[in-house]
């Protein structure tokens, strides 16, 4: 089993940036892949962004496109997602997760951490 930690979230103003860490540990011993989801208010969990095992695959959601950088590094068992241009509606609860193939981490199948505020005020 791996347990996911978030940190990194915060306040900021519209057209800023934030980095967003997860460390990874217990049983990672095997690859997976990881990536973010996000929930707003009232909405529902959706999928931000994914990156494979050796990060030579990322994928994201059409409203990140261009603003967003998932990235990882195996050695630190981390996951990032730098954040740019920040815009209100991106104000939500990011979650880590990790599942052993990146289509199940893009489906959301697999284990989340406790997630990290993200506000961004206009």
């Known amino acids: 089993q791996v347990q996911l930690v978030e940190s990194g979230g915060g306040l900021v103003q519209a057209g800023g940036s934030l980095r967003l860490s997860c460390a990874a540990s217990g049983r990672t011993d095997s690859s997976y892949a990881m990536g973010w989801f996000r929930q707003a208010p009232g909405k529902e969990r959706e999928f931000v962004a994914a990156i494979s095992w050796r990060g030579g695959v990322t994928s994201y959601a059409d409203s990140v496109k261009g603003r967003f950088i998932i990235s990882r590094a195996n050695a630190k068992n981390t996951v990032a997602l730098q954040m740019n241009s920040l815009k209100p509606e991106d104000t939500a609860v990011y979650y880590c997760?990790?599942?052993?193939?990146?289509?199940?981490?893009?489906?959301?199948?697999?284990?989340w951490g406790q997630g990290t505020q993200v506000t961004v005020s206009s």
């Open positions: 997760t990790w599942k052993a193939l990146l289509q199940d981490v893009i489906a959301g199948l697999g284990s």
